[in-house]
Nanobody, 114 residues
Framework: VQLVESGGGLVPPGGSLRLSCAASGFTFSTYAMRWFRQAPGKEREFVAIIRSSGNTQYSDSVEGRFTISRDNARNILDLHMDNLQPEDTAVYFC?????????WGRGTQVTVSA
């Protein structure tokens, strides 16, 4: 299993970014995919999930601002982030899980600052 995130960067408050995660080594379409984030000095936290059915769920802190999506033909997971705020600054990680086994990418840095 390999997960490679991209798309992070520096954006001003109120701006938008789209993160992508390229997945390989497993049957992407049949597994749920998640985004997590970890801010400096804080624990890694759940951001969003998209199940194989396409159903989605978000943390309260990003609901209405972030959109998770998947392209099963290209094995790509996306996270579109709107109205970014300084508290969204973190390293964002792509994740999948098979039972109790979690797989993680290396992460991509998102910094929201004027």
């Amino acid at each position: 299993v390999q997960l490679v995130e991209s798309g992070g960067g520096l954006v001003p408050p109120g701006g938008s970014l789209r993160l992508s995660c390229a997945a390989s080594g497993f049957t992407f379409s049949t597994y749920a995919m998640r985004w997590f984030r970890q801010a400096p000095g804080k624990e890694r936290e759940f951001v969003a999930i998209i199940r194989s059915s396409g159903n989605t769920q978000y943390s309260d802190s990003v609901e209405g601002r972030f959109t998770i999506s998947r392209d099963n033909a290209r094995n790509i997971l996306d996270l579109h982030m709107d109205n970014l705020q300084p508290e969204d600054t973190a390293v964002y990680f792509c994740n999948t899980f098979f039972g109790v086994q979690n797989y993680w990418g290396r992460g991509t840095q998102v910094t929201v600052s004027a």
